[in-house]
């Protein structure tokens, strides 16, 4: 099975940089996933990784490290329409192994 | 082009009744995947198809749920004698397909919010 651990809720100010940790302890992996969630809406796709290292984009980065099952999402230069929940996501392993595994979810909130 | 669809928007049933929940996938879409969200929470996987086959059924609570998907298009996700403990968000998400796409990414649907009396 997948057990997926992030922060349940952090605070930041405009234009500061939010860091939102993801650990995770599974019993196969075949990619990492990174979803934001506006409050009644559905999780829209923010990143990927399936390799070691950093991938950015724009405003947004995702860090991985597979032998430390560790994820890392950054937010900088944080606008208010970035308060959401943030949904960190593992893939299974295998050929027809595509289910995600969710974590809680870090709701972000960002103040002016 | 559209995205993931899915009907009712709501529904409010009373304990017992059956009811059933469609999800319309994006166009071109090989995989449908059904999840339950609580508030607050991250979402909860069920099933997931593969054309019209299910793949993966793992995730379903309890055989008061079932899921098809007939012509490998539109799915029903099913609850029998619905229970108060089944109120729930329930997504539906599509993608392409691993044999199609490297990532796979799932997008989802605005999601059927179920409310059990």
């Known amino acids: 099975g997948q057990n997926i651990d992030q922060p349940t809720e952090m605070t930041a100010t405009e234009g500061a940089i939010v860091q939102i940790n993801c650990t995770y302890q599974?019993?196969?992996?075949?990619?990492l996933f990174w979803y934001q969630q506006h409050a009644g809406e559905a999780p829209t796709f923010l990143s990927y990784n399936v390799l070691d290292g950093l991938e950015e984009k724009g405003r947004f980065s995702s860090f991985l490290s597979r032998s430390k099952g560790y994820s890392y999402l950054l937010l900088k230069e944080l606008q208010m329409k970035d308060s959401a929940s943030y949904l960190c996501a593992v893939r299974d392993a295998g050929a027809a192994g595509n289910k995600l595994t969710f974590g809680g979810g870090t709701r972000v909130l960002v103040k002016p | 082009g559209a995205g993931v669809s899915q009907s009712p928007r709501y529904k409010v049933t009373k304990r017992g009744q059956d009811v059933a929940l469609r999800c319309d996938p994006i166009?071109?879409?090989?995989?449908l995947y059904w999840y339950r969200q609580a508030l607050g929470q991250g979402p909860e996987f069920l099933t997931y198809f593969n054309y019209e086959a299910q793949q993966d059924k793992s995730g379903l609570p309890n055989d008061r749920f079932s899921a098809e998907r007939p012509e490998g298009s539109i799915s029903t996700l099913t609850i029998q004698r619905t229970e108060q403990r089944d109120s729930a968000m329930y997504r539906c998400?599509?993608?392409?397909?691993?044999?199609?796409?490297?990532?796979?990414?799932?997008?989802f649907g605005p999601g059927t919010r179920l409310t059990v009396l």
């Open positions: 166009s071109g879409h090989v995989s």
């Open positions: 599974t019993s196969g992996f075949n990619g």
């Open positions: 998400a599509s993608s392409f397909g691993r044999a199609r796409s490297i990532t796979d990414t799932q997008y």
